[in-house]
């Protein structure tokens, strides 16, 4: 037997007008929402970088894209293509070699060193696929493989092309509370409701940004361009390395005490170059979705608090550089319009936002004393993240101006909310749920 609902509150529950009550509109309910997108929009750091094109409008249990690798890209890769000369099959991953008159002598060579021995001297290799030269920079590589048409053509310069899709699923999040009739009847705070909506909201934007920030961090590792510094190299970590998106990874322990150098930022900025990742960055400004701004002048760089000494105090490329000379405070070079929430300085390329909440890797790296590290006993580990724009869609915080993307559930204490469990009615309670969905487009 349903309860009576007349002149009962109603709390909304997925719109940000609100649902009327029995007694009338609840017009201080659309005050406590706005008021609370405006409090979160000053704890998001990760959530405005989501990709606005791809922000999901219908929620479902899976979030999915289709990638289309560019043809002259090396991860274009497959058996499709054709030689320009002799319509000989490209088999990925063998070799083609020329002499040194152009002549090929050899296309189907199984590794570089056997290419380069058919060459002979002043010869050129390329490897085969069907991106034609693929990423290759060689000049003798990309003249052998331009697409060159005879006056009859003929069945040659077959290329091919990749589509990959990406995929996320979307994970269900939520918490409640409860209070008592008498803390809403004597407690000294007139606006009580009002904090409680605006806590809950910043509580579970904090929760979504750490669970953004976590699948940022891995994919970066994992997927992204991962970049290993160190000012000591040693058999624990890789110096002034970069492992290309895709290729094959081997798990690291930094050693003790490395610490990032500015040439170590150089080299990462030349590796994300070379990965053509954006140097323009597109953030969401405000709690709309449709309030954005681009940041020029170079890529965003996310650090901890704690990293803040180590950035300032970091010298330039310049060998007799003094302390702090490699560091450029924000405000010698930006205006309000054009900077970013927690930005502090540029080093380099990088424009450095500080990121209070910023996770770390605690013991992550080599035992204090050694420099292979094993399980979790080692030295602190702290990320130094760039997100390339039109990386990644999520789900975030932000509003059309119609709706919100999560769900709240109110209900006071009364006789409407009375049973079993509660005969008398003086509990209530406020619940918020919400949908967490995240999708690498480009990792």
């Not at 060193?113 to 590589?141: E, F």
Request: with cysteine; charged share 25%.
């Amino acid at each position: 037997m349903a309860l009576s609902t007349a002149n009962a509150y109603k709390s909304p529950s997925s719109t940000a007008s609100g649902t009327e009550s029995g007694i009338g509109p609840q017009a201080i309910t659309d005050y406590y929402f706005k008021k609370a997108l405006i409090a979160v929009r000053d704890h998001q750091y990760f959530m405005p970088l989501a990709d606005v094109r791809a922000m999901p409008k219908h929620m479902g249990k899976k979030i999915k894209q289709d990638v289309y690798v560019p043809l002259l890209d090396v991860l274009n890769t497959g058996d499709q293509g054709l030689d320009a000369a002799e319509a000989a099959y490209q088999v990925a991953g063998t070799w083609t070699a020329w002499n040194a008159a152009g002549e090929r002598t050899s296309y189907a060579e199984e590794n570089e060193t056997d290419a380069i021995t058919a060459a002979g001297a002043n010869g050129d290799v390329a490897l085969n696929d069907q991106n034609l030269y693929g990423s290759q920079k060689d000049t003798g590589a990309i003249l052998n493989k331009i697409p060159t048409l005879r006056e009859h053509g003929g069945r040659v310069n077959r290329v091919g092309f990749t589509r990959t899709q990406v995929e996320g699923e979307l994970l269900k999040r939520g918490f409640f509370t409860e209070y008592t009739q008498e803390s809403m009847d004597f407690d000294s705070d007139s606006e009580l409701l009002s904090h409680i909506v605006e806590e809950a909201l910043v509580g579970a934007n904090e929760i979504t940004e750490a669970e953004l920030q976590k699948d940022l961090v891995t994919t970066a590792t994992s997927d992204g361009t991962a970049y290993f510094c160190s000012t000591a190299p040693s058999g624990a970590a890789v110096a002034g390395s970069t492992v290309a998106a895709g290729a094959t990874r081997t798990a690291l322990k930094l050693a003790v005490d490395e610490v990032v150098i500015y040439e170590d930022l150089m080299n990462l900025s030349i590796a994300l170059d070379d990965n053509k990742t954006p140097k323009q960055t597109k953030v969401i400004s405000g709690s709309r979705m449709i309030d954005t701004k681009t940041v020029m002048g170079g890529r965003i760089m996310y650090i901890g608090s704690e990293l803040i000494p180590v950035v300032r105090k970091m010298k330039s490329i310049d060998p007799s550089s003094n302390v702090g000379d490699g560091f450029i405070s924000v405000e010698k070079y930006a205006d309000a319009a054009n900077t970013v929430h927690g930005e502090i300085g540029s080093v380099d390329q990088f424009r450095i936002v500080v990121v209070p909440e910023m996770q770390h890797d605690r013991k992550g790296g080599a035992e204090d004393g050694s420099t292979d590290g094993t399980g979790k006993n080692g030295v602190d580990i702290f990320p130094m993240l760039v997100v390339g724009d039109g990386a990644f869609t999520t789900i975030g915080f932000q509003t059309d101006g119609k709706s919100v993307k999560f769900s709240v559930n109110h209900k006071k204490p009364g006789k409407e909310i009375a049973s079993l469990d509660d005969p008398y009615g003086e509990v209530g309670f406020y619940s918020i749920k919400w949908y967490y969905g995240f999708m690498a487009l480009r990792p």
